[in-house]
């Protein structure tokens, strides 16, 4: 057998080790037992099996380390009071961010009553914070919530709530990072874009990049090349061996690689990929300084294992997938395919066919393409550094010059292939375990052809699954009625057939690509790429903040509005994606319909002006019909819309409840009048509102209606089988 072979197979027993240890009921135990068998094969001469029991009882003592360090990260935030501020300490790694009316600090750590939390935190300040100079933290004040990815973010609306705190030393490699940026930073007024690119791919700092050009990278499927990564600090180490090596001096080149390895992290910051490559790039050193040189494929099985090591927390990281999923490709495909003049198309095909499927997964976006466009534009992208290094070093304008030109030659190439980025749905996970888990299996057990044809197989079943899965999904057999769970907002979505109409689109104020990032996944795991029509009940930015992105990214067939009260930054967002789109508007005077088949949608406008709360009192109210049942959608209306309404409204068998539950909504008269049978309530986790409030939830209580909440049920589908209704709830609770 291969040498690779029992580091791959080193690398899926450690990796299995990680994953069930916290699983485990007594994973100290099972390490104990697991020490006495290596011992025993140790003495016995079985090396290989004694390496992988020693593998398995690493992973198994680490895993338990990391279960403790989480108990007692999330003892110290059981802790914090919910309801009142919070102090934190927030190391500063990156420049602030601006965004629309806010200003965003991000970190991968904090600390809380002085306990470290290894969690990210999105800090949001509603005013112009003040330029970061050499400080090494910041400490804010404010209310501590969690985020639907696993993090932390925190608003604070005064200055005085925030201060910086402490000094780098000059000697670190981070206080040099940061005296380059605040030398750029003075000539970011007159070239914004060009000193953007220079501090993106120098110094990795993305946070001055505009959205255009974060989009158009992505769009080309090249966006990795966009900030200083693993494949930056691969061809920095390259270039610095390989003169050292021409020079003559090979065992210095080898200590140059080790030195540049250590560096990096510390200089560009510990960003998962830059870490990665510098392990990487450090063991291959190393087995060279030692004499004791390594397959490349040994070397990828190590450092992802000596990654997961140092950071456990990595196995469950989409970097982490991508990285070594696609360096894996280029050793065990794309080195068997390369023997002919068209080896680079070779390594392209190969990365593409083990990167599709983990974007897709993770993101929903495909670029297919994009490891060809990668391979185009690396040295482009190249030259792009050189340039803004020494752009930092002399500050000749002629070297922002050549910065633009060469962007401006990435922008065009990146806009080139954009026609094969999309959205679409993801695989399912049962799919991504079967296609990896036979291709990890394939490297640790076969060899030569007979293992590339199976890894590749493997791989290509994953996205299959994916399309044909979507195919089925693009159809409901009954009348569906579906409240989205997009956290603080409102995203409604009714079904008939293949037919679908989509009201509001939740969204955050701060959260520029909420559309991409969760609204669109959620339609397209349900097989939804066309809508008859997106309905906007009202331009807050929790209901109209995806929109724009729907309308961009599927087939929307008109777009319905009320002109009362339509303005603001959400509205003018979602009328630059309706001119780009050429999508058509219709304006909505009451009574206008769409006929989905076995269900029907009648709009109501109320036709008295309300002073109170105009934005939420004149919300498009929708009658919906699925089969034999009837719902009523209230949008943000409040008691003064209600009275209004419950005159009009006829009983209805499910309520969609006003306001995500606020107790300015859904009075006793207005319930008494409709008489709903099931409420459904749109809410976020944790919300900032304390919706929905208790009044709401006894007044329903109270006439025996059953209620459903986004923040506790997740999604909620409502399927009308006759007269029959269906409620399957993501998480089903009885509260």
């Not at 940061?178 to 930073?185: K, Y």
């Not at 749109?682 to 939830?697: I, L, Q, T």
Request: hydrophobic share 50%; glycine share 8%; charged share 20%.
């Amino acid at each position: 057998m291969r040498d690779d072979i029992p580091a791959a197979l080193s690398l899926i027993a450690f990796a299995a080790a990680l994953d069930i240890g916290p699983r485990l009921t007594s994973p100290p135990f099972a390490a104990a037992g697991l020490a006495l068998v290596t011992l025993l094969l140790l003495w016995r001469g079985r090396g290989r099996s004694a390496l992988l029991a020693g593998i398995v009882t690493l992973g198994l003592v680490i895993a338990a380390r990391e279960d403790s360090l989480r108990s007692r990260e999330r003892l110290a935030l059981a802790s914090l009071p919910p309801e009142r501020f919070v102090v934190l300490e927030v190391p500063i790694e990156r420049d602030w961010s601006a965004r629309p009316h806010v200003n965003v600090l991000r970190s991968s750590r904090f600390h809380a009553r002085g306990t470290e939390i290894r969690a990210s935190v999105a800090v949001y300040a509603r005013f112009d914070p003040p330029p970061i100079r050499m400080e090494k933290l910041v400490r804010v004040e404010g209310h501590l919530r969690p985020d639907r990815r696993g993090g932390y973010t925190m608003s604070i609306k005064s200055p005085r709530l925030m201060r910086y705190d402490g000094q780098l030393s000059l000697w670190s490699p981070a206080a040099w990072n940061r005296l380059i940026a605040n030398r750029l930073r003075d000539h970011a007024a007159s070239r914004p874009d060009e000193i953007a690119m220079i501090e993106a791919l120098l110094l990795g700092r993305g946070e001055r990049l505009s959205e255009q050009t974060k989009e158009d990278f992505k769009r080309g499927g090249t966006y990795h090349l966009l900030v200083f990564s693993g494949l930056q600090i691969s061809l920095a180490a390259g270039v610095i061996a390989l003169l050292l090596r021409w020079s003559g001096a090979a065992r210095a080149a080898d200590w140059s690689l080790l030195g540049f390895a250590a560096i990096a992290p510390a200089f560009i910051g510990h960003e998962a990929s830059v870490s990665r490559a510098s392990t990487a790039i450090a063991l291959y050193a190393v087995s060279r300084i030692v004499r004791r040189p390594t397959t490349f494929e040994n070397l990828w099985c190590v450092a992802a294992i000596v990654r997961l090591i140092l950071v456990p927390g990595d196995l469950y990281e989409p970097a982490f997938h991508l990285t070594y999923a696609g360096a894996g490709a280029l050793l065990f495909i794309g080195r068997p395919l390369a023997r002919s003049r068209l080896r680079w198309f070779a390594y392209a095909i190969a990365a593409e066919i083990a990167i599709a499927p983990i974007t897709l997964f993770h993101f929903h976006q495909y670029a297919l393409g994009g490891s060809l466009t990668t391979i185009l534009m690396t040295p482009i992208v190249f030259a792009m550094l050189v340039a803004g290094a020494l752009f930092s070093a002399v500050e000749v304008a002629l070297l922002l010059d050549l910065v633009r030109f060469l962007n401006a030659v990435c922008t065009a190439m990146n806009r080139l292939a954009s026609p094969t980025f999309g959205f679409y749905a993801a695989p399912a996970a049962t799919s991504m375990i079967a296609g990896f888990g036979s291709a990890v299996a394939a490297l640790a057990l076969l060899r030569g052809r007979a293992r590339t044809t199976v890894v590749m197989v493997a791989l290509l079943l994953v996205p299959l699954h994916a399309v044909a899965s979507f195919h089925h999904r693009a159809a409901v057999a009954a009348p569906r009625f579906t409240a989205l769970d997009v956290g603080q907002g409102e995203a409604l979505l009714i079904r008939s057939g293949r037919r679908a109409v989509l009201v509001d689109g939740g969204g955050r104020h701060e959260y520029v690509r909420f559309g991409e990032s969760v609204l669109l996944p959620l339609l397209l795991d349900r097989g939804v790429r066309r809508l008859d029509a997106v309905v906007l009940t009202h331009a807050h930015p929790d209901h109209c903040g995806g929109l724009a992105a729907a309308i961009r990214h599927l087939e929307v067939r008109e777009l319905w509005i009320s002109p009362r009260r339509f303005r603001g930054e959400c509205a003018q967002i979602l009328l630059e994606s309706v001119q780009e789109t050429a999508t058509p508007i219709r304006l909505l005077r009451g009574g206008e319909t769409i006929d989905l088949g076995d269900a029907a949608i009648r709009a109501v406008i109320l036709r008295r002006p309300f002073r109170r709360a105009p934005e939420n009192n004149n919300s498009v109210i929708l009658h919906a019909r699925l089969g034999r049942r009837h719902f009523l959608l209230t949008g943000d209306i409040e008691r003064d819309a209600e009275r209004e309404l419950a005159a009009l409204a006829p009983a209805t068998d499910v309520l969609k409840v006003a306001h995500h539950g606020s107790r300015t909504s859904t009075s006793p008269g207005f319930l008494d009048a409709v008489q709903p049978r099931l409420a459904i309530i749109s809410c976020g986790r944790n919300n900032f509102f304390g919706h929905p409030h208790p009044d709401v939830v006894e007044a329903l209580r109270d006439r025996h209606v059953r209620i459903l909440r986004t923040d506790r049920n997740g999604t909620i589908d409502v399927s009308v089988i006759g007269s029959v209704i269906r409620v399957t709830p993501e998480i089903d609770t009885l509260h």
